[in-house]
Every structure is written in C-alpha cells, then in structure tokens.
C-alpha cells in the first residue's frame, strides 16, 4: 500500500474514533516533534495535504505522515484551526523539537522564510540580471534587460519561488518613485530639464566615488562644468563607451580611450551622454538633485580611495602629478 493510501486509511481510523479521541489528539498535536536541530522545507506550489505530510515525514519535522495529517484534521474539528487544505506553500523554517500544532499554525499562517536579494550600487541593468539568473530561489527568466538607471539598488525581500521578473518590476517601480521624490524636491536652477537628464549625472556621479560625503561634492563639479559649458570628462563614461554597458573594463584607461568616438564618452561630447551609464542610488540622486554649492572644477584620486578638487586646471594638474607619483610608487613596490 502506498504512502497517500495508508495515510487516508490510518487516518480515518484515528479520527474515527471516538475514545480517546481528544486526549490522544492534545497530546499528539501540542508534544515536542522529532527534530533535533532547526530544519529547512521547502512545500511546492500545488502540493495535496498527503503531499505536504510525506514532505514533512520525510524531512523528520513530524514522527509520520499518517500522524501529521490525522493531527491536522482533529485540530480542525475541534475548530482550533482552519482546514487542511488552508496549508500555504512555501519555504519553511522549523525550529528543534517544533510541535504538530506549531507545524499547522505556521503553514495556516503561511509565515515562509523572507529571503533577501541586496543590489549594490552602480551595477549596469545587465549585471543586475546575471546577479538574479544567480539565485537559484527565484523562478523564470527575465526576457528583456531593462535600460541602465531603470533599477533601484537596494535590499529586496521575497519568498522561495517568487520569480524573477517581479524582482525586476520592484526595482522599476522603486526607481521611479524615487526619482519622482527626489526631482520634486531638488535645489532650484539645477542645469537639467528632465528627472532622466538629472539620473544620467547621477549614474556618473556613483561610478565616480563609492565615498558618501564626496557624493554631492563631486556631483557639484559637474554641475559646475555644465553650466559652464565643458566637457564632463568622466573616465566611467569612456569605460562604458569602450564596454558596450556590459560591465568592467579589466584594465586602465589610455590616453588613447579617451578619443573613442562614442555619445557616451564624456570627453568627446559636450554635455550629458544620452542616458545612464549605470543604477545608481538613492544618495547619489540625492547628491546631484541638491549637489554642493562650491566653485570646483576638477577632481582627481588622492590616493586614499577619495579625491582632491580644484578650482584651476594648473592646480588640477599639479594634483595629477601627485596622483600618478603614487601610482608608480605602488609599481614599484610591486615589481619584482
């Protein structure tokens, strides 16, 4: 006899009964199950209650599938739960010696595990996807990468089975709201015309500095710059010209980068490139829709992950120098 037959047959049998009946079913439903150390178990959609009892039997969250499912009907009819059939897929955490009746209250309630899917920022859209085809918890494909600056990094929450495509449309949707925010409330006489014109700054502004004081700092000069008609001259912009947007460059730029023909290399147009290099974040939107007021220019690397500014081009490039003394000082120290 199969396990669903036997399950049915024993169960009614206990459930028929009628001695005993209630004190068999408290005891049997409210003591301490098998399990002697937290278990993870996962319920697939469209499971049947036997289904769902051979799982946890299986899993040894309960003693046996036939005691489970005859624990689940005596809760029932004593009306201290739902139905069997209010059981919820889903990916469980049951905890050491986790009793039938917590077993029960858990799937009636449905309280799954709450999975975490974290975005840092700066990824283009198309290392965004690679990063979700990667958890292996989510479901489906998404067929079409959204454009760059289209996605919120951020922390997002989901179930096991959840799909892909509706992490995606969350982040779209995260995006858009806070952009919307962001625009609404931003510093008068900004040199942009459109929230998209105001992302495309902020996606270079991320890839420029991973430090948060220097965000708006950093996004002032180029406000500075575009309202005074020079080039951006931003090397993430050239890395993204060069890739294609597919990702990293694998390498450092060359003089001979930055005379690339492309509408994305910021050294050979003026202005802002057609769109986003890259996602960026909440800070850094917040950076270039209320950047710091100063009369800087240029910036360049310090040396110490951050960087330096300038208000003149000789200033500028005696920071340069400083930059790239410390460059061939770390060659150096690397050299055989």
Known sequence: MGWGLRIVAGALVLVSATAGVGVWG?????APGPLDHPETVVIPRGSGVESIAITLGDAGVVSSPLLFLAGAKITALAGLAGSARDLKAGEYLFPAGVSMDAVLEQMRQGRTVVRRFTVPEGLTSA???????????????????????????????????DSRASIIERMQTAM?????????????????????QALTLASIVEKETGIAAERAKVAGVFINRLEAGMKLQSDPTVVFALTDGVGELGRALTRNDWKFESPYNTYQVTGLPPGPIANPGKA?????????????????????GG?????????????VAKWRDVQQARQSATDP
């Open 26 to 30: 408290a005891m049997e439903v409210m």
């Open 127 to 161: 290392q965004v996807v690679a990063l979700l085809d990667k958890e292996t918890a989510l479901t489906g494909t998404v067929k079409q990468t959204p454009k760059n600056g289209a996605l919120l990094p951020e922390t997002y929450h989901f179930a096991y089975g």
């Open 176 to 196: 858009t709201q806070a952009l919307a925010e962001g625009w609404k409330a931003r510093d008068p006489h900004l040199p942009f015309e459109t929230p998209q």
């Open 284 to 304: 850094s939107l917040q950076a270039v829709l209320k950047p710091e007021k100063h009369d800087m220019l240029y910036f360049v690397a310090d040396g110490t």
């Open 307 to 319: 960087h330096v500014f300038a208000k003149t081009l000789p200033d500028h490039n005696r920071n």
